[in-house]
């Protein structure tokens, strides 16, 4: 996931009125309005509107508001690729939509669903449910900064980790850098087992695709440990 710095600066004032909660579900009348809606997301309904007015994704975490930086060619392209790889084994995928986890907001680089895309444009869904997710992806990148880059690696590997397992995502992936190969990335699978994620298998993103006859982002080395499916 890209990094995410809090947000301390105060956002304009809106003129329109308080927005309603970011539903959390698929709900919509056709009206503009929403159904199924979580009470954090209403807390901090007037800075959704500012920043998404602004075009800047945020999360939701703990009843902060995590502004994120922009993400580089290489988590750009690597999220491109995962995707186009998950694209071939699911009904649909999306990328940096918000999901609902609980009382917080995520945004994964990537999701793919159950849903097929004349489904998703029919609920004019807006945000996620965990129900509907069958893979949750994070493409994580590192900051110059290692403080920073310790609080997105800890964020990506163990707060995230956590909360899709507690609401029963059936896979993560964890995306990383090769530090000696920028043309190519690691991908570290895991499966929900009995409410936890156990590491089910570990590839190089270009063996996946490659085996998956997807565009490739670096050229092949010798096969890796790749999930069952793949």
């Known amino acids: 996931m890209m990094t995410f710095h809090p947000l301390h600066e105060q956002p304009p004032r809106i003129s329109t009125p308080a927005p309603q909660p970011v539903p959390v579900g698929s709900s919509h009348d056709g009206r503009g309005a929403h159904q199924g809606l979580r009470p954090c997301w209403a807390a901090h309904g007037r800075r959704h509107a500012a920043h998404r007015h602004r075009g800047r994704p945020f999360e939701i ?3 902060k508001l995590e502004i994120s930086t922009p ?18 084994r699911y009904p649909s995928t999306l990328s940096d939509v918000p999901l609902a986890v609980g009382d ?4 994964p680089d990537v999701i793919a669903l159950e849903l097929t895309r004349e489904e998703i444009l029919d609920r004019r869904l807006t945000i996620a449910l965990p129900d509907m997710v069958k893979v949750a992806v994070e493409v994580i990148s590192h900051d110059p900064d290692p403080r920073r880059d310790a609080i997105a690696v800890r ?5 995230k980790f956590a909360e899709y397992a507690s609401v029963g995502i059936p896979e993560y992936w964890i995306v990383d850098e090769i530090p000696d190969d920028p043309r190519d990335a690691t991908v570290e699978i895991f499966r929900l087992e009995a409410g936890r994620y156990r590491l089910a298998s570990t590839a190089k993103l270009s063996d996946l695709t490659s085996r998956a006859g997807t565009p490739r982002i670096a050229s092949a080395t010798p096969p890796e440990a790749t ?3 793949l």
Do not use: K, M
């Open 104 to 107: 917080n907001g995520r945004r």
């Open 71 to 88: 993400p580089t060619p290489w988590h750009q392209i690597t999220t491109r690729a995962v995707q186009n790889l998950l694209d071939a």
């Open 227 to 229: 999930s069952e499916e």
């Open 61 to 63: 975490s703990d009843g």
């Open 155 to 159: 964020r990506d590997r163990e707060t």
